[in-house]
């Protein structure tokens, strides 16, 4: 679940390493090689991080610093390698794609009943949750229809498809009415 991480970990970094999650998370880590923190942990979008001394250092100024300070971004200072390990397999574990580039809806952190909400900009359009070795797409409309795929992307760009077909024709009579 964190092979990229590990692989991180041991070898460090030249600068940053960016890192995709499961959830599509994006986060980009720097370290020296054999390391047992990362020397910086960035969160490109908003991330709800444990409250423990692990994620105790957090860098306000920074950012801001370098002109990077948008909305959600975060950056922590000395994460342990077991921290950081522990939160991305929290969230899924790593992207199987790390070089496919970042997608139009964000998935959202893993609920308590086990499933995880899907974004399109600020609004959540459905719901995504593991079982056994499938996903299922959980329709975010009064049908709250389910349909099943192989991946966590495939399961998220159905919602996607879904959500953009229901808004066309409502659309087109918004711009046909005025």
Do not use: K
């Amino acid at each position: 679940m964190t092979a990229r991480m590990n692989r991180i970990a041991a070898t460090g970094t030249d600068g940053y390493e960016r890192i995709r999650l499961a959830d599509n998370t994006m986060i980009t880590v720097q370290a020296h090689p054999d390391a047992t923190d990362f020397d910086e942990v960035a969160f490109w979008s908003s991330v709800t991080v444990p409250d423990t001394e692990a994620w105790a250092r957090e860098d306000l100024y920074e950012l801001w610093l370098t002109n990077q300070d948008g909305p959600g971004r975060r950056l922590f200072l000395d994460v342990p390698v077991e921290a950081l390990r522990e939160f991305i397999e929290q969230r899924g574990g790593e992207h199987a794609d790390q070089d496919e580039p970042p997608t139009r809806y964000r998935i959202g952190p893993r609920s308590p009943a086990g499933r995880y909400p899907l974004h399109l900009g600020t609004r959540q359009i459905g719901r995504l949750a593991r079982r056994a070795d499938v996903w299922d797409a959980i329709s975010g409309d009064a049908t709250g229809c389910t349909d099943t795929f192989a991946t966590i992307d495939q399961a998220a760009v159905h919602l996607v498809e879904l959500h953009d077909q229901a808004a066309g024709p409502a659309t087109a009579a918004e711009h046909g009415a005025a």
